[in-house]
Each structure stands twice: as structure tokens, then as C-alpha cells.
């Protein structure tokens, strides 16, 4: 079992809709990040949280430290979302990151 | 755009061969992080290095190591190259001890092995 499991792994949207994807972890951690990987390969940091919730944009991102769970909701889903997000988690005191292994977004017109 | 540049790109070796990839940092960053993406898998961490020293490393044989250099830009060399080690290799510059969180990826280099 992956320290750290994203569901779904593939997800198709329609222009508009609003968008969950989940991440469960397995192990301590001293923060969550979400992460954004576009088909170039480069990724893009989106949130970094050790509690509660941030949003920026139409992107919603929380964090429930007892339940080891988190979430990213992306609100009026667009076509420029499509990419795959990524959850990884912070070891103490390495800044090393523990990866998911993605989820698929895409949303069409 | 950030300021962490990944050279090359794109290359090809063939098995047997060394590489050399090289990752200069974010401004202001002392750390930079190295990871292995495999086709359809999420990234694996090779190992990170802090102020010049090793700070951690992952479950990858010694043939991979590491460097970094007095600027905090890195260099991550792999010897006798194996077919499995077709990859993208991300670097990652943050700052511990610095601006928690901050987190800046380059875009990566592909390597083929033939």
C-alpha cells in the first residue's frame, strides 16, 4: 500500500462543473502539498498546508490532520485545469516529499 | 515562471554510459531536491541536499549522487546507465528554515536509456 493514495485516478469534467479530488496518507507528516503537472512535465506548487483550508483562485484546498485526509476542489472547472494533480506529503525536518501517484484531469467544453 | 532552471532538457544515452544533470536554485533557496518520475508514476525522491550536504536520500543505489555547489545549484549523476533509468528527473529548490512551503520545481530532463 502507497504511503500516500489519490482517488480518483482518472476524472472527466465538463466545462463548469465543480471538481473534488482526494488524498489519503498513511504516515506523519509536517504538511501537505498540492501540485499541479502539466503533459510538458513541469509542476507547479498550488498549496501547502499543515491545517485547515486555503483557496486561491477557484481552487480550494483543505485538510483534516486527524482523518490524514485532504482534498482539492476546483470550482467552474475549465479546459486550461486539464492536467494531472498531484498530492505529496512533507517528512520532518527534510522538506523530502512523498508522492501520490496523480490524478488525470480533464475537462472538455 | 520560476527561477529554477533544469539542463538538458532532453537527452539520450545508452546503457553503460554516465549523465550529468544540473539544477540551479530559486533565489534565496539553500536546498534543492531531486526526484525520479517514471512514465505514469508519480515522482520518487533521490535524495536532497542542504548547504552543500546531503540531507536525506531515498532508496536508490549509489550509482546515483549527488553535489551541490556553494550558489545552491546541483548536480545529479547516475553511472553505468540501465534501461530502467529512463526517466524525467525534477529538481525541487526550497529553503528550510526559510519561507515554509515554498516549493519551486524546474521542468525536468528526460532521459532516454537505449
Known amino acids: 500500500k502507497n504511503e500516500v493514495e489519490q482517488s480518483p485516478q482518472n476524472l472527466t469534467a465538463q466545462e463548469g462543473e465543480f471538481i473534488t479530488i482526494n488524498c489519503s496518507y498513511s504516515?506523519?507528516?509536517?504538511?501537505l502539498h498540492w501540485l499541479q503537472q502539466h503533459p510538458g512535465g513541469g509542476i507547479v506548487s498550488l498549496f501547502m498546508?499543515?491545517?485547515g483550508k486555503k483557496k486561491h483562485g477557484r481552487l480550494i484546498a483543505t485538510i483534516n490532520i486527524q482523518e490524514k485526509h485532504s482534498s482539492l476542489h476546483i470550482t467552474a472547472s475549465h479546459p486550461r485545469d486539464s492536467a494531472v494533480y498531484i498530492c505529496?506529503?512533507?517528512?520532518?525536518?527534510?522538506?523530502?516529499?512523498?508522492f501520490g501517484t496523480g490524478t488525470r484531469l480533464q475537462v472538455f467544453p | 515562471e520560476t527561477g529554477v532552471t533544469q539542463s538538458p532538457t532532453h537527452l539520450i544515452k545508452t546503457r553503460g554510459q554516465q549523465v550529468t544533470l544540473r539544477c540551479s536554485s530559486q533565489s534565496g533557496h539553500n536546498t534543492v531536491s531531486w526526484y525520479q518520475q517514471a512514465l505514469g508514476q508519480g515522482p520518487q525522491f533521490i535524495f536532497q541536499?542542504?548547504?552543500?550536504?546531503?540531507?536525506g536520500r531515498g532508496n536508490f543505489p549509489p550509482r546515483f549522487s549527488g553535489l551541490q555547489f556553494p550558489n545552491y545549484s546541483s548536480e545529479l549523476n547516475v553511472n553505468a546507465l540501465e534501461l530502467d533509468d529512463s526517466a524525467l528527473y525534477l529538481c525541487?529548490?526550497?529553503?528550510?528554515?526559510?519561507?515554509?512551503?515554498?516549493?519551486?520545481f524546474g521542468e525536468g530532463s528526460r532521459l532516454t536509456v537505449l
Open positions: 525541487a529548490s526550497s529553503s528550510l528554515g526559510g519561507v515554509f512551503g515554498e516549493l519551486f
Open positions: 505529496a506529503v512533507s517528512s520532518y525536518n527534510t522538506d523530502k516529499l512523498i
Open positions: 541536499y542542504y548547504r552543500e550536504e546531503e540531507n
Open positions: 504516515v506523519g507528516i509536517s504538511a
Open positions: 498546508l499543515s491545517s
